[in-house]
């Protein structure tokens, strides 16, 4: 089968198109021929693989174990191991292989059912590859994390990318009053998501107006700690989803020492993909509660040029490659 393979950590320019063998799922995996994939942030950086802490997660330190990136998928059951319960060849199914291995960006993936759910049969491949990993975080962050309740006020720090559009959409599905940042180009695109509020970043800094939140849920949120701790209504929660390496240290070291010493909740996500949020999600998406953002679409080809693109920092939404035609 064709897929795109790494062998070392570098710029997208290391991807490379090849021939490798077709997975034989073990007795609990499912056989996938994945039709579309989407890339995500984890993807970029188990690519570039600039830390020690990050080439271990990739599962090496001089070079990548998993060759193979991708963790969402969307395609049709090819075969299933004997253990399989849940699945048969035919299905139409979406994934998500973050704690899986990854391995997406290829013809065919071997995955547990565990992380698997149906494909709504109106959805397209394309749109269900580009809920995953991004839509778990999203769900994890607004209904278990920040725990978000109808008529909150919500504030969405960087609304406009892979996680930031679902975010949107779920907290409104929750009922929450929302305000997203994100920059001048993408101000429409994240009220038609359903935004109440749209904060400008290139013109305004979300502190300058004095309002104060129920929850925030930052997933591009390069600002200190502090400033989402001064946003917050007493009693209210931080939930630092994504940024750099400066929020991530922030949320788990003095995070927990702010949260202990004042009366609001500094936390971050990991989110944890599993088959019964893949469903919730899938549901969402078959009643158009959830709307599925393409900036832009690839041929498996062409992942290389995705990968550049997403690394840039500025997609509008998902960035999704098509696999099969
Ligand atoms: N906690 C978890 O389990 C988990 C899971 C998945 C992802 N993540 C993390 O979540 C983060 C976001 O992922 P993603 O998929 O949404 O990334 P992404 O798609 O690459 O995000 C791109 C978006 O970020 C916006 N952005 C860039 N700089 C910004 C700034 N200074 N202020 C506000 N927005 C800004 C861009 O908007 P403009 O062009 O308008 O600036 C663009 O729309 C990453 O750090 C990722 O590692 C965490």
Not at 246 to 270: C, D, V, W
């Amino acid at each position: 089968m064709k897929a795109i393979v790494y062998t070392q950590y570098g710029s997208p320019d290391v991807l490379r198109l090849e021939e490798v063998a077709k997975p034989t799922p073990k007795p609990d995996q499912v056989l996938v021929k994945v039709h579309a994939t989407s890339i995500n942030a984890a993807d970029s950086l188990f690519l570039k693989g600039e830390s020690a802490m990050v080439r271990l997660m990739a599962g090496g330190l001089n070079r990548p174990k998993q060759t193979i990136l991708g963790s969402d998928v969307a395609g049709i059951v090819e075969s299933v191991g004997a253990a399989v319960t849940q699945f048969k060849p035919g299905d139409a199914v979406l994934g998500d292989l973050s704690n899986a291995g990854f391995g997406g960006l290829a013809e065919y993936v071997a995955m547990p059912e565990t992380y698997l759910t149906l494909k709504p049969d109106a959805v397209r491949f394309e749109d269900a590859a580009a809920i995953p990993l991004a839509g778990v975080t999203a769900l994890q962050g607004v209904r278990d994390k920040g725990q978000v309740q109808a008529g909150q006020q919500v504030l969405i720090y960087g609304a406009s990318g892979g996680v930031g559009v679902y975010l949107v959409q779920i907290a409104k599905a929750y009922g929450a009053v929302v305000t997203a940042v994100c920059s001048t180009g993408k101000v429409e695109m994240v009220r038609g998501l359903g935004a109440d509020h749209v904060i400008d970043y290139t013109k305004e800094d979300f502190l300058q107006s004095g309002q104060q939140y129920d929850v925030i849920l930052a997933a591009n949120g390069y600002r200190p700690i502090t400033d989402y701790q001064r946003a917050l209504k007493p009693g209210g929660t931080y939930v630092m989803v994504g940024g750099k390496m400066t929020q991530i240290f922030q949320a788990m070291l003095l995070g927990p020492f702010l949260s202990m010493t004042g009366n609001k909740k500094m936390t971050n996500l990991m989110a944890k993909s599993n088959a019964q949020d893949l469903a919730v999600l899938a549901d969402m998406l078959a009643t158009g509660k959830l709307k599925p953002i393409i900036d832009q679409c690839y041929p498996l080809s062409q992942a290389a040029d995705a990968f550049r693109y997403l690394v840039q920092g500025h997609a509008r939404g998902k960035v999704v490659i098509q696999v099969a035609a």
